[in-house]
Each structure stands twice: as C-alpha cells, then as structure tokens.
C-alpha cells in the first residue's frame, strides 16, 4: 500500500489560486488511480477529481474549468491546482490512492482550504 500526505492548503480571498500537492510513498506502481476529495462540515465527502492511469480525468461539475489535477512524471507527487476559488470551495481537502489487484484504497491526513469572500 501507499502512505499520502497533503500539504498547500490556506486561507485565500474569493478568486484567488491555491495548488495543493500529494506526495506518495510506498507501492507507488500498484497505484491504478489518484483522486482529491472534498468535506465540508456537515457535508458528506465528495470526490472533486480523478487521474487514472491511462485513462479519461474526470472533474466534479461544480470545479470543471477551474481545477486541474495531474501528476509528476515519477508518480511521486499528485497536484490539484485551484483557480478562481469561491467560497463554497471551502473545505478540507483530501488525497486518496486506489489499486485494483489486489484492491485497496489509501487516504492522506487532509489539507484545510478556506476562500473567504
């Protein structure tokens, strides 16, 4: 398995830019998907975007055009960059790592992101 750390989340005004990185440490090369996840207070967790390997990133509707999340060539880091944050972003932010054979899933500790208006 793998063990994340989050790190890159603050506080930033409404439009404003944050990237937020995931650095991945153990069976890096089991690794079939990277996603950052979202959580509100009192909010159910929500996945805000996807890059599998080899396959079609997906992005929540709601940070379509405004995030983008990618990896670095050694599959050490994963990056959410954020552009035009609003409010309703607000959230910790959470890097998870997903394997299908044989299957298991890992979660980072979690990145509070605040945008204040």
């Known amino acids: 398995q793998v063990h994340l750390v989050e790190s890159g989340g603050g506080l930033v005004q409404a439009g404003g830019s944050l990237r937020l990185s995931c650095a991945v440490s153990g069976s890096i090369f089991s690794i079939n998907a990277m996603a950052w996840y979202r959580q509100a207070p009192g909010n159910q967790r929500e996945l805000v975007a996807r890059i599998p390997d080899g396959g079609t990133t997906y992005y929540a509707d709601s940070v379509k055009g405004r995030f983008t999340i990618s990896r670095d060539n050694t599959k050490t880091t994963t990056y959410l960059q954020m552009f035009n944050l609003i409010p309703e972003d607000t959230a910790v932010y959470y890097c998870?790592?997903?394997?299908?054979?044989?299957?298991?899933?890992?979660w980072g500790q979690g990145t509070q992101v605040t945008v204040s208006s």
């Open positions: 998870n790592a997903r394997a299908w054979a044989p299957p298991y899933e890992s």
